[in-house]
């Protein structure tokens, strides 16, 4: 391919990823409360269901049962206390990693 053809191709594909990031920033900006509840939860509970997305986004409280795979129905933590032991049983850090290569 010609080095015109290639200027062209990448022209084209800067414009898209830059309509896109405009698109992006616009949603986010118009939902910027949201994003925020969606945050604050994220950062108390690390993983949230659809369902408890739509809670959180509504200002609902998230009501979790009490199971052993996951925190019991509870007030929330302070934001940045987390439990050393994820649900998992074993501490953090102790997972096996994919090796490159591998």
Do not use: C
């Amino acid at each position: 391919m010609s080095d015109a053809t290639a200027k062209v191709i990448d022209d084209e594909i800067r414009s898209i990823v830059d309509e896109g990031e405009r698109t992006a920033r616009g949603i986010l900006t118009a939902h910027l409360d949201e994003l925020h509840l969606l945050a604050k939860g994220l950062l108390e509970y690390e993983t949230l269901s659809a369902d408890e997305i739509r809670r959180v986004i509504n200002g609902e409280r998230i009501v979790r049962e009490n199971s052993s795979s996951g925190p019991a129905s509870e007030e929330p933590r302070p934001p940045g206390r987390r439990s050393s032991v994820p649900p998992s049983g074993r501490p953090s850090g102790l997972e096996p990693e994919p090796q490159p290569g591998g």
